[in-house]
């Protein structure tokens, strides 16, 4: 799936900043989701790996036959363990994502009281200049 972008990340001013870091945002919260979704189902399938090798070990599998059995077990912890990372990842973008727009907030509000004003003067005139 393509990411959600709408500059494509060519930012040229603070609205599209703002859009591109929203847009982060609710990508890092659909891929947080799927990330999570993974991991419980890659738990699902531990219990149920677990459940196999337990029965057919009642069952008297000789060990050849139940020994990739058991290596499954191994893949699923390892496809746990990518999707934890994924979720760490994705929390990670999103808070940088969330600092970000709290960092050019002052910017967005000047843009808003210039605005308000009637646009904003000549620089030297706030410059002192």
Same mark, same amino acid.
């Given at each position: ?21 929203? %847009? ?12 999570? %979704? ?23 599998? =000789?060990?050849? %036959?139940?020994? =990739? ?13 990518? %999707? ?21 907030? =002052? ?23």
């Amino acid at each position: 799936m393509a990411i959600d972008t709408v500059t494509g990340g060519e930012v040229t001013d603070l609205e599209s900043l703002k859009a591109e870091l929203d %847009a982060i945002m609710r990508e890092s919260a659909a891929e947080l989701d799927d990330a999570t %979704a993974d991991a419980a189902r890659a738990d699902e399938e531990a219990g149920r790996i677990e459940r196999m090798v337990s029965t057919l070990g009642g069952l008297q599998l =000789p060990e050849q %036959a139940l020994a =990739p059995i058991r290596g499954m077990a191994d893949a699923t912890q390892q496809r746990k363990t990518a %999707a934890t990372a994924r979720a760490a990842a994705a929390e990670a973008r999103s808070t940088q994502a969330v600092a970000a727009l709290e960092a050019i907030q =002052p910017h967005l509000a000047i843009k808003e009281m210039a605005a308000a004003a009637g646009g904003a003067a000549d620089a030297r005139l706030y410059n002192g200049g």
